[in-house]
């Protein structure tokens, strides 16, 4: 099993990134997905999830209104796009797939990436 998640990188503040994360050697669609991130100095916290088919999302109150997460069971693949970043969204990102989870932040995480940096700049 592999996530290999792509797209971060340095952005000013309120710019946009789009994160990507491909998933290959498991059956995609029975895991619901979810995006982490972890800043320098601080506890891993759930940004967004999504559900196995991708009807039912949800996000943490610091993201809402500009993150929006999103898969592709086609193409085995969970989508994260951020829109007006700040200096605090400053973290490592990790996907995650859990296939207990509903895609809420109730989520152990069965498979996780190995994290993509997204630094914005003020």
């Known amino acids: 099993v592999q996530l290999v998640e792509s797209g971060g990188g340095l952005v000013q503040t309120g710019g946009s990134l789009s994160l990507s994360c491909a998933a290959s050697g498991l059956t995609f669609s029975v895991y619901a997905a979810a995006w982490f991130r972890q800043a320098p100095g601080k506890e891993r916290e759930f940004v967004g999830g999504?559900?196995?088919?991708?009807?039912?999302?949800y996000y943490a109150d610091p993201v809402k209104g500009r993150f929006t997460i999103s898969r592709d069971n086609g193409k085995n693949a969970v989508y994260l796009q951020m829109s007006s970043l700040k200096p605090e969204d400053t973290a490592v990102y990790y996907c995650?797939?859990?296939?207990?989870?509903?895609?809420?932040?109730?989520?152990?995480?069965?498979?996780w990436g190995q994290g993509t940096q997204v630094t914005v700049s003020s």
């Open positions: 995650g797939l859990d296939r207990m989870s509903l895609g809420t932040a109730h989520f152990s995480g069965d498979y």
């Open positions: 999504i559900s196995r088919g991708g009807a039912n999302t």
